[in-house]
């Protein structure tokens, strides 16, 4: 008893001694080196919310695709889950050699085996782990991967629920949203992803540092906990047919919101199409500058009708979208048909407020812009619906909003299933 009592100690002043260590790098250090790898089928939300948090945090992110493939940009093109394509920064052939502070594993399926596939990428990461960096994983990648490569062996740890059958008898599983134990971070899927990567940002710079960076995003304040829905002037949302939506995007996007809206809808059945407001499909987005290939340009997506507009945020992007004529021309005849509209973040106080489309509505936007909103009334709350008209606050709300919705295109019971689904309560 005295041994294990002295073992337990001893990994206990271990653990504090490398947060502490890692802070103090923090502190004084040059910008962490994180890597995202990604394949085909990779879980969008998982990849952007990983990126996009440590870069935040200051880190310098690269996120990697593990197939190998022709030189240039094509050969960097990943077609990651539900119909998004992303551009990666490099192959992680080419990155054997590096050293990075963290490795972080996105989910997804089968994303999550082609990451266990990769012969060039198991080897960084049982190096790094060896060396004592710190790694991590979520979603059905701790089980297919991490614990695949053995390293996972004594430690506790999670997954994608329905991927716990697959730890090995010598990982300990846990049932929890987050699992931190020694050098490893697990988590569960898409609804934890934001907690996932902002445990990360603990481990790497302390725990000052992640509730700086958690502030602005505006979290949930209970994880886990049923999303409700409240609205004003209720209304039916009318759809024939399958929902058709438009989600434009532009230089300077919030990459989690616009991941997060595309990803849930496309989860729950909407055709969404991604539409450009650049001049190429080929966007670059604001936090990790995730290079995002749209579905086509918005002079084509303008020939069409769609059921609902709804626009991401980041403050680049906002202004674009509010520049851009023929989508405020869509947004005006979607309003004045008494069809569904909506925006989260920068675009409600940036792009709806100076062009009439918030005139006798509530809503709610990003909270130091707020001010910019002639009826502040709602903007404490994390999502506001008034009929046709839907809006939201930040990184850490959009997927309450992407569900609301699903609420509203689908019915309730398909939201909650989805919200399910995706761990997030």
């Known amino acids: 008893m005295a041994a294990a009592s002295s073992s337990l100690a001893r990994r206990a002043f271990s653990g ?21 790898p990604v394949a085909a089928g990779t879980e969008p939300i998982e990849a952007a919310a990983t990126a996009d948090v440590l870069n935040r945090a200051g880190a310098r992110v690269t996120v990697a695709t593990v197939a190998s493939a022709p030189a240039g940009d094509e050969g960097l093109l990943v077609e990651a889950a539900y119909g998004v394509k992303l551009v990666a920064d490099g192959r992680v052939a080419d990155l054997e050699a590096e050293a990075f502070d963290l490795i972080a594993l996105p989910g997804g399926m089968p994303g999550s085996a082609h990451l266990r596939d990769c012969k060039v990428l198991e080897k960084m990461v049982k190096r790094h782990a060896e060396n004592g960096g710190l790694y991590g994983a979520i979603c059905a990648a701790p089980a297919v991967a991490l ?39 697990t988590s569960q899927g898409p609804g934890t992803s934001v907690e996932f990567a ?10 000052e540092k992640m509730q700086e960076v958690a502030g602005p995003l ?8 049923e999303y409700t829905l409240e609205e004003l002037n209720s209304v039916e949302w009318k759809c024939s047919g399958t929902p058709q939506v438009l989600v434009p995007v532009a230089n300077g996007s ?13 989860r729950a059945g909407a055709n969404v199409i991604v539409a450009s407001v650049e001049d190429k499909l080929q966007i670059v987005t604001r936090r990790h500058k995730f290079n995002l290939i749209a579905d086509m340009m918005l002079d084509e997506a303008a020939k069409m009708e769609f059921d609902l507009i709804v626009m991401p945020g980041g403050l680049q992007g906002a202004e674009k979208f509010a520049s851009t004529d023929k989508l405020v021309d869509l947004l005006k005849k979607q309003a004045e048909s008494n069809k569904p509209y909506g925006a989260i973040c920068a675009s409600p106080a940036h792009v709806l407020e100076p062009h009439g489309l918030l005139k006798g509505k509530k809503a709610t936007a990003f909270p130091p812009m707020a001010h910019l909103l002639k009826d502040q009334s709602q903007c404490e709350d994390r999502v506001v619906i008034d009929g046709n008209l839907i809006t939201s606050k930040a990184p850490g709300t959009v997927t309450e909003f992407a569900l609301a919705i699903v609420d509203k295109l689908f019915g309730r019971e398909k939201a909650v299933s989805l919200a399910k689904q995706l761990i997030f309560m």
């Open 198 to 207: 902002l445990a990360l940002v603990e481990q790497l710079y302390g725990k």
């Open 218 to 225: 505006y979290v949930r304040p209970q994880h886990g906990a």
């Open 147 to 185: 614990a695949h490569w053995g390293m996972l062996k004594g430690l506790k740890a999670t997954c994608y629920p329905s991927f716990a059958e697959k730890f090995p008898a010598e990982v300990i599983p846990v049932n929890s949203r987050v699992v931190v134990d020694r050098n490893a971070v």
């Open 16 to 36: 504090r001694r490398l947060l502490l260590s890692r802070a103090f790098a923090a502190a004084t250090g040059p910008a962490k080196r994180v890597l995202v």
């Open 254 to 266: 919030e990459e989690i919101e616009a991941l997060t809206i595309i990803d849930v809808l496309r």
